[in-house]
């Protein structure tokens, strides 16, 4: 058992990643980070990384590997040194993996690698529409509104975001892939790679909750 456990939590686009982690959160109670939140919360508060990043994504860039590595490790070292924790969007890039492993305190002990087929991936996201002023999402399919195309709340009309149609989506896949080959091969020869294979999330998860309860030491989290 492991008393410091150290996961990161990675997969494609509508692949289950945040369903995965809540269960993981609320049957092992790792602390959660993501990577997402936290640069919104820089920005937020205009700290210096975050004015930092803010300026490369208002010219529509993506933000460099540096900046992305100062504000994770800055955040891992001064809250989650030699803790455990569960961190969902980081490393993205090898050079964000290598920069991750350099800090020995820090190093993951698992990273859990959700792999979904891409038609079943394509259909959870197609199918997605939005209430753009509340956020609130339905699903066509699983969770339809009351009347077709518009909020229950509101009657609202919905909208589908450019990013959910099918075309999209499949370009985001095919980008996901040529990303993230290089980091599952860089953690797989780190020997702590797991991968779990499955349509849905309830399928998945028993397999992962498996996993980690052969690692984790539940009475010391």
Partial sequence: MLKV??????????????TISTRIIRDFRLPYLSIGDLLRDHISRQSEVGREAEGYIAAGKLVPDLVVNKLVINELVHHYNDKSFLMDGYPRTIAQARELWSHHSLRPNSVINLQVPDDEIIERIKHRWIHSASGRTYHTLYNPPKVAGVDDQTGEPLVQREDDKEHVVMQRLLEYKRQSDVIIDYFRDKGILENFVGRKSNEIYPKVELYLSQLIDRSVQ
């Fill in 5 to 18: 456990f150290r996961s990161i939590i990675i997969g494609a686009p509508g692949s289950g990643k945040g």
